[in-house]
C-alpha cells in the first residue's frame, strides 16, 4: 500500500499563488503518471493537470497558463503550482499516481479562493 500525503491548500485571495504538495511513500521514480484532481461541492471530480512517466502534460482548458504539474524524484514528491486564482478554482484537489495497473490518491486538501 503506498501513501499519499498533501499538503500546501489553505485560503488565498484571487489573483494569489499556491503550491500543492504530494509526498509519496515509495518512490516515483518508476510511476507511468501523476495527476492532480479537484472537486468542488455539487460537482464532480475533475482533473486539473496530469503528467505521464515521460514528461508529456496535459491540463484543464479552465487551467491551462495558470497551473503547471512538476515532480520531484530525489524528495518523492509531485507539486501543483497554482498561479492566477480565482473562486472558481475553490474545491478540495487530490494527487493520483499510477504504478503499472496501481494507482492511489492522496486524501485531498482544500482550496479556497475568495476575498
Known amino acids: 500500500q503506498v501513501r499519499l500525503v498533501e499538503s500546501g491548500g489553505g485560503l488565498v485571495q484571487p489573483g494569489g499563488s499556491l503550491r500543492l504538495s504530494c509526498v509519496a511513500s515509495?518512490?516515483?521514480?518508476?510511476?507511468?503518471?501523476m495527476g492532480w484532481y479537484r472537486q468542488a461541492p455539487g460537482k464532480e471530480r475533475e482533473l486539473v493537470a496530469r503528467?505521464?512517466?515521460?514528461?508529456?502534460?496535459n491540463y484543464a482548458d479552465s487551467v491551462k497558463g495558470r497551473f503547471t504539474i512538476s515532480r520531484d524524484n530525489a524528495k518523492s514528491a509531485v507539486y501543483l503550482q497554482m498561479n492566477s486564482l480565482t473562486p472558481e478554482d475553490t474545491a478540495v484537489y487530490y494527487c493520483?499516481?499510477?504504478?503499472?495497473?496501481?494507482?492511489?490518491w492522496g486524501q485531498g486538501t482544500q482550496v479556497t479562493v475568495s476575498s
Open positions: 503528467m505521464t512517466a515521460d514528461g508529456r502534460t
Open positions: 493520483r499516481l499510477t504504478w503499472s495497473l496501481d494507482y492511489y
Open positions: 515509495r518512490s516515483i521514480f518508476s510511476i507511468n503518471a
